[in-house]
C-alpha cells in the first residue's frame, strides 16, 4: 500500500502560486487571475487543480494567438448554435475552457461549445461557471470528458482518445450559487461529434439536457468548505506541491547576468 505525503497549504497560498506560475509560464495577468480561482476551487471541491496546473506549467508556454472559433463539423446532427474553440498551438484546459463558458452564457448564436482538450478534474470550471451563472442571470452547464487515466481500460460505451466521448459528468451552475453535479449517460448525437476523444462541453440550452439525477451542493455549503480551509488550509499532495511552488518562484525573479 503506497501512502501519499500531505501538506496544508493555505488558501492564499494556493491562488498565488498558481498565479505567478502561470504568469512566469507567459499567461496574461487576467487570464492568471482566472485560472488561479478555477484551481483554488478544485482543490476545495476534491481536488485536482493542483494536477492540471502542473500539467498546464509542463507543457510549453502560453501565448497570445487567437483562438478559433469553428461551427460544428459538417455532418454533425443539427449543428446550429454549436462551435468548437481551437488553439493553433492547442487548446489549455485552463485557458479555451473559460472561453467556452462565457460564450454560451453571452446571450449570442452559441448554444453549445466543445474544448477538445485533456482533462484532469472535474471541478475545474466550477470557478467561472458560479461568478458567470451569477454575472449573467442564467443557468450555466459544463460537461467534463475526462482523459482516460494511464492504464485504464475504456468502459464499452466510454469515451477514449482519439473517440467520440459519450458520457461525461454534468457540473450544472445555477444564479443562485448553487452547483448540481451528476453524469450524463449518453450525449445527444449533436453534441458528440463537438469534442474528439477527452475535452469540455458548455452549454447554454440545459432543456436538451433532460431528466438527469443531480446532487446539489448550495452556495451556504460551499462558504462552509471555504471558512474551514480557511482555518485549518487544505491537504495537498507534498510532492506535487513543491513542484506547483517551485514554479511559481520564477515569477519576476530576474536573470543574472
Known sequence: MTTTNTTRVSLRDISEAAFRGLTAHGASHGEARMASRMVLQAELMGGGGLAALRDDLAGQPWNRTPVEVSAAPLGTADGAGK?????PD?????????????????????????VPTDVAGTALLDAVSLEIAEA?????????CPSPQPGAETAPGGSSEGSVPETGQLRWARPDGSMGVGTIKSLPIAWQHLLD??????????????????SWISAEDRAGIRAQAASGGVPVDTDLWQTVYGAARRYLVPERP
Not at 197 to 214: F, K, N, S
Request: net charge negative; hydrophobic share 50%.
Open 197 to 214: 476523444g477527452p475535452g469540455v462541453l458548455a452549454l447554454r440550452d440545459t432543456e436538451a439536457l433532460g431528466d438527469v439525477e443531480l
Open 136 to 144: 449573467s442571470g442564467t443557468g450555466v452547464a459544463v460537461i467534463i
Open 83 to 87: 462551435f468548437v474553440l481551437r488553439s
Open 90 to 114: 492547442g487548446n489549455r484546459l485552463l485557458r479555451e475552457a473559460p472561453l467556452a463558458v462565457e460564450l454560451v452564457a453571452s446571450g449570442g448564436d452559441a448554444h453549445a461549445v466543445g
